[in-house]
């Protein structure tokens, strides 16, 4: 069965701080990888979405890399700004979107 | 920028009353999902579909009942609603074909449950 976690379970940085989100998954059959962001109360954003045959996907001060072999994946945050303050969630699809339960990230001005 | 969306955004309604959910998107997607989220917590797909007539139970199990009549409109319903159903409701869609297309969110559906 797959499991994804995530680390850590909250982070809390000052202003321009570049910072690294992590998520691991046990089962390397997937058909992709997702990361979002969700504020309080509302749905998710997709940020960037990684194929399993890619290593990497960008998006403005966004990275995510992903390492099937070893169940990881990672969202880089280059330069945090307080609006980056939200809940980051990473899904890996195997037929359905298997979610883990995110990391709340404050950035402090 | 996403064209799924969701009705209504906030309901507070008394047990026993019949609710439905309303989910619609515009990208043409086959596939849409319904997923519960209780404050604080992960999310859990109750239901999906891969199509017009086509409806699968997810991996928590719910009270809830679906239906797909159109490709846009994935509406959930709860016949008779009780205080363990207040939670946000996520309806989310995403494009056909080979493997898995990226997920769209609309922005939830929060309901409580007197």
């Known amino acids: 069965k797959q499991e994804v976690t995530q680390i850590p379970a909250a982070l809390s940085v000052p202003e321009g701080e570049n910072l690294v989100l992590n998520c691991s998954f046990t089962?390397?059959?997937?058909?992709?990888l997702q990361w979002f962001r969700q504020d309080p109360g509302k749905g998710l954003t997709s940020l960037l979405l990684i194929q399993s045959s890619q290593r990497e996907q960008t998006s403005g001060r966004l990275n995510a890399s992903l390492d099937k072999s070893s169940g990881r994946s990672t969202l880089y945050i280059a330069a945090s700004q307080p609006g980056d303050s939200a809940t980051y969630l990473c899904?890996?699809?195997?037929?359905?979107?298997?979610f883990g339960q995110g990391t709340t990230l404050q950035v402090k001005p | 920028e996403a064209d799924i969306y969701q009705t209504p955004r906030y309901l507070v309604i008394g047990t026993g009353k019949k609710i439905t959910l309303e989910c619609s998107q515009t990208?043409?997607?086959?596939?849409m999902y319904w997923y519960q989220q209780d404050p604080g917590m992960e999310l859990h797909l109750i239901h999906y579909s891969y199509g017009v007539n086509s409806t699968e139970k997810g991996d928590l199990s719910s009270e809830s009942t679906v239906s797909r009549i159109r490709t846009e409109h994935f509406p959930l319903t709860l016949e008779s609603a009780r205080p363990s159903h207040t939670s946000q409701y996520l309806c989310?869609?995403?494009?056909?074909?080979?493997?898995?297309?990226?997920?769209?969110f609309g922005e939830g559906s929060r309901l409580t449950v007197l």
């Open positions: 990208m043409g997607h086959d596939k």
């Open positions: 899904a890996v699809h195997t037929g359905k979107l298997i």
């Open positions: 089962d390397s059959a997937i058909y992709n």
């Open positions: 989310a869609s995403s494009e056909s074909g080979r493997g898995a297309g990226e997920l769209f």
